[in-house]
Nanobody
Framework: QVQLVESGGGLVQPGGSLRLSCAAS????????MGWYRQAPASQRELVAS???????YYTDSVKGRFTISRDNAKNTVYLQMNSLKPEDTAVYYC???????????????WGQGTQVTVSS
């Protein structure tokens, strides 16, 4: 099992910045990647950014150039630096970690409890 604990959400004005943190513990060896998803009211959960065990990153188009995902392996922590925030970034942000199942197309997903990010004046 993998436990994920998020922190760093809150209320920020448009154009402001926040940094989310996700601390992982438990069976974190051989994780294949970690990332951040978000879910706004009445919307599907969407992948915002991810970082693989090899360091490759992915960003959804709407956050490219504004958000940066990074990790500190010594602290088993992944960060999401969010700059130039917009009202449409308002959502609950969830940390995700995953491990692929060998010889299969399946994967095991682990989730944090979520942290609210509200962008409003």
């Amino acid at each position: 099992q993998v436990q994920l604990v998020e922190s760093g959400g809150g209320l920020v004005q448009p154009g402001g910045s926040l940094r989310l943190s996700c601390a992982a513990s438990g069976s974190i060896f051989s994780l294949d990647g970690m990332g951040w998803y978000r879910q706004a009211p009445a919307s599907q959960r969407e992948l915002v950014a991810s970082i693989s065990s090899g360091g490759s990153t992915y960003y959804t188009d709407s956050v490219k150039g504004r958000f940066t995902i990074s990790r500190d392996n010594a602290k088993n922590t992944v960060y999401l630096q969010m700059n130039s925030l917009k009202p449409e970034d308002t959502a609950v942000y969830y940390c995700n970690a995953y491990r692929r199942v060998p010889l299969s197309t399946r994967r095991l997903d682990y989730w944090g409890q979520g942290t609210q990010v509200t962008v409003s004046s």
